[in-house]
């Protein structure tokens, strides 16, 4: 482990809480993130993050208008984690964003489409299938016998990539 000293910057000082390298990997990309939001992409953020702390912001203000523009984009438990992020780095430097925030944040979800309007073409089916695990084609198979894949086929689709779904 380096020494306290060698580390500079706020961000820095506040990952070496954590010894596990995902947290600190999640933590630093939600940092990240919500600091280019209010300095834009081609910030350095060492120095950023010193400036947002030696500013007279709004926090609160800052914290709403962020998640307003990252809802649509993630999905709700990517949400969660970057929330408890935030949560714990502002915290740590004594900036205290109240509770009912937090829970109103908390209970913004994204909305999405739950059922398609039309049915799967046989093209559709086919690249479901060849995109399939070896379990995956076993219950494809079970509910094309039973008649339900043209009906339901949503259970297929939550681990594909949206290129197969025009």
Aim: net charge positive; proline share 5%; aromatic share 16%.
């Amino acid at each position: 482990m380096t020494n306290y000293r060698q580390q500079t910057g706020l961000l820095n000082r506040f990952l070496m809480n954590y010894p596990n390298k995902s947290t600190k990997r999640l933590y630093k990309q939600s940092l990240t993130k919500y600091f280019k939001y209010h300095y834009g992409e081609d910030c350095d953020l060492p120095s950023v993050v010193d400036q947002y702390f030696q500013s007279e912001r709004d926090w609160e203000l800052d914290l709403v208008n962020y998640y307003t523009e990252a809802i649509p984009l993630w999905s709700p438990k990517y949400l969660a984690l970057q929330r408890a992020a935030i949560r714990l780095f502002l915290e740590e430097y004594e900036i205290i964003i109240p509770k009912r925030t937090w829970r109103r944040l908390a209970k913004q979800k994204p909305v999405y489409t739950i059922q398609e309007d039309r049915l799967p073409t046989k093209e559709e089916l086919k690249q479901i299938f060849n995109h399939l695990p070896l379990n995956g084609k076993a219950v494809f198979f079970i509910m094309l016998s039973a008649g339900t894949v043209n009906t339901d086929y949503s259970y297929f689709k939550k681990d594909l990539p949206k290129q197969y779904f025009a």
